[in-house]
């Protein structure tokens, strides 16, 4: 089993110092929707962001939603191998089942999302699908029971994606921890919580590109395309 957290994802409703702000008035106005539950978004916000700490590192949903997709979509997955969590900056954790089926539409999927921010769980009825909670990354990890957790970063000792993940196949149930924002690099406290930091690459990458590539990787470690194919 492998556990993937998306962590200090930049996704999150709009902060209350922005509602009053002319670009967010406008798209409350637009979108029939209070200020407080719209996602706060860099293509519509930019110039109210300005104001924001971290600027950089907030408003896109869409790299989460991207992530997401190639996760959630991946055989790990389908074979019931995969365990997603998206942790935000501020501490509320996305907890996304794995019969997930997230919208195509970067649409639709900010409306669900926003419903999840507003009600906390998704569908509010019957066995939810995604659910919020407030906890810390450090908390999610504890009641996970991890056993080793892998951080991807600019700031990593250099290693190919493969020497990386491979090694992860003799852990019970290792983490890896994938960035979900655009600009700067983990806190603090993330890196403290990481077995091991490492960059796979010379450039940045996207964060959809990494989790994408990992994800095959540990496929590959534990001979799971050939397993598929002989089940086939």
């Known amino acids: ?8 994802a930049a996704i999150e409703t ?9 670009a967010v008035r406008r798209h409350s106005k637009r979108q029939h929707k209070q200020a407080g539950q719209l ?3 860099r293509s519509l916000h930019h110039q109210a962001m300005k104001r924001l700490d971290d600027d950089l ?3 896109r949903p869409d790299i ?3 992530c997401l ?3 959630l979509g991946s055989p790990l997955n389908k074979e019931g191998l995969l365990k997603v969590y998206v942790h935000t900056l501020e501490d509320k954790v996305i907890i996304v089942d794995s019969s997930t089926r997230l919208p195509r539409n970067y649409n639709r999927f900010i409306g669900l999302m926003e419903q999840l921010f507003q009600q906390g769980k998704v569908p509010i009825e019957g066995e939810s ?3 919020l909670e407030h906890k810390t990354l450090q908390q999610l990890l504890a009641e996970t029971e991890i056993d080793h957790i892998l951080a991807f970063s600019r700031n990593g000792e250099p290693k190919t994606l493969t020497e990386a993940v491979s090694s992860l196949q003799q852990k019970q149930k290792p983490a890896i921890i994938i960035g979900a924002f655009p600009h700067s ?12 930091l490492v960059c796979v690459d010379a450039e940045m990458l996207e964060a959809w590109t990494i989790t994408s590539r990992a994800i095959y990787q540990y496929e590959q470690a534990i001979s799971l395309p050939k397993k598929r194919v002989c089940e086939s």
């Open 39 to 41: 996602l706060l978004d």
């Open 64 to 66: 989460t939603h991207f």
């Open 129 to 131: 699908l995604l659910k």
């Open 69 to 71: 997709l190639e996760a």
């Open 57 to 59: 590192k907030r408003g």
């Open 185 to 196: 690099t983990f806190s603090e406290t993330i890196t403290q919580l990481a077995d091991e």
């Open 1 to 8: 089993m492998l556990v993937l957290v998306l962590a200090e």
């Open 14 to 22: 709009v902060p209350e110092m922005l509602w009053n702000h002319p």
